[in-house]
């Protein structure tokens, strides 16, 4: 798991509301957030008749003055934050091959960082509600169609655990178009041990596997994060060959590329994520490569992308690069149904 500070994800709604004590009904509408229909302008167009679905998990966005250790999804104010700084900022990347369900749930707020015990708890308890969540959109929304899932920091995290207890093994993994598990420190050692069948992906067009990146600004101390990133592999397994997190340049989605120029990129979403709607996608302005299993992103300054301490470009993962996204989820799902 990466740092508290970094995991965090977006953290900045406050609200004084009571935490919610029952888990969301994913019977009720407003249970899932209608914010990843969004686009930015520049973007290509939604497909008509989307064949595939997309689970979305967004990130930490919650921190409460009275101590909450996990956000409620009844909370008007919040929701909003949620859906204008990560859900549309981020799921609505999917909408150009997939119907996107983005479930509310009771994620643990960045209060709940500073204790590991609390943290835990909470995860708990924001993981139950996205397997009730997953559970509900299997049933009532997806019925038997190609699914990919995907999430961010938190999300992430939650979709990683998701994939597998839930997917990997089963009938459902013949369903999985892919994981876009982005943000979070999985290894190379993790393909073999946590997950026995699927794969990290190697191509654009390739089912079934998984991609995640962690982006770093070129010039920071990639060494000293790569070897915090790798830290949550050590702890579980020793300091063993494999602790490298995997890396995928979403500018080529190709293992065999590992590095593209700022030419190769579609579309970057400006400035830090916040409220509001998105600014018009940019061309041509990221440059990235994989370097010791981060992904290292040259950023053109007029993207006003601010990083994190450090260097982390946490939260621009998905931003930088969401024209890239969206391209090469068509392409998976297209791949996905030719080969079905």
Request: charged share 20%; hydrophobic share 40%; with cysteine.
């Amino acid at each position: 798991m990466r740092s508290l500070a970094i995991l965090a994800g977006l953290v900045l709604a406050v609200s004084p509301a009571a935490a919610q004590t029952l888990p969301p009904d994913y019977m009720v509408p407003g249970n899932w957030s209608p914010a990843a229909s969004a686009l930015p302008a520049g973007a290509s167009k939604s497909i008509k008749s989307p064949k595939v679905d997309v689970f979305y998990l967004h990130p930490t966005t919650f921190r409460s003055p009275d101590g909450q250790m996990n956000a409620d999804p009844g909370d008007a104010k919040a929701n909003q934050w949620v859906d204008e700084s990560a859900v549309s900022r981020q799921g609505s990347a999917f909408n150009g091959c997939c119907r996107v369900f983005a479930p509310r749930y009771r994620a643990a707020s960045y209060n709940s960082f500073v204790d590991p015990t609390k943290q835990k708890a909470a995860f708990v308890l924001a993981y139950s509600d996205v397997e009730r969540a997953f559970d509900h959109f299997l049933k009532y929304r997806s019925k038997g169609r190609p699914f990919i899932i995907a999430g961010h920091s938190q999300g992430a995290f939650h979709a990683a655990t998701l994939l597998e207890k839930r997917i990997e093994g089963t009938p459902l993994q013949k369903r999985l178009v892919a994981a876009y598990i982005i943000g979070i420190n999985l290894s190379e050692g993790d393909f073999g041990r946590r997950f026995k069948q699927v794969k990290p992906c190697e191509t654009p067009s390739q089912t079934g596997c998984v991609v995640q990146w962690e982006a770093m600004l070129a010039g920071s101390d990639v060494a000293t994060a790569a070897k915090r990133a790798q830290s949550t592999f050590v702890s579980a397994y020793g300091d063993l060959p494999g602790k490298q997190t995997i890396c995928s340049n979403p500018l080529t989605f190709d293992s065999r590329k590992p590095a593209a120029s700022a030419a190769a990129s579609t579309g970057a979403v400006p400035g830090d994520p916040g409220a509001g709607a998105m600014s018009p996608l940019v061309r041509g302005k990221v440059a990235a490569r994989c370097e010791q299993g981060l992904l290292v992103v040259e950023v053109d300054p007029v993207l006003d992308m601010k990083p994190l301490p450090g260097g982390s470009m946490h939260y621009h993962d998905v931003g930088l690069f969401w024209a890239d996204v969206r391209f090469n989820a068509m392409r998976r799902a297209a791949a996905f149904r030719a080969g079905r």
